[in-house]
């Protein structure tokens, strides 16, 4: 998984199709919010500041910095001639 900011991460929801806009309850904090299709992790969010996560989610083009840590799959391991090398593509 990739710690990306939140600009990347919510691009990364919009492209995979998945709710974007929808605010995820945190009974205790700090959280890991999940976001899945099916049994597969696509995204998670450690929520250390609830808040702080939910003015991002309602104002998102602010470039508001984040106490949150996001995160994202990509393509996380590649041979590219005979090397592994980690890759973003999302």
Not at 30 to 47: F, N
Not at 66 to 87: A, L, P
Request: proline share 3%.
């Amino acid at each position: 998984m990739y710690l990306v900011d939140f600009k990347v991460f919510r691009q990364f929801l919009i492209n995979k199709k998945m709710d974007v806009d929808t605010l995820p309850a945190c009974d205790n904090i700090p959280a890991i919010v999940v976001y899945k299709r099916g049994e597969t992790l696509l995204a998670k969010v450690e929520v250390y500041n609830y808040a702080d996560f939910k003015f991002q989610i309602q104002h998102p083009g602010t470039g508001h910095k984040s106490q949150n840590k996001y995160w994202i799959r990509g393509k996380e391991w590649q041979v590219v001639n005979g090397k592994q090398i980690q890759e973003l593509i999302y």
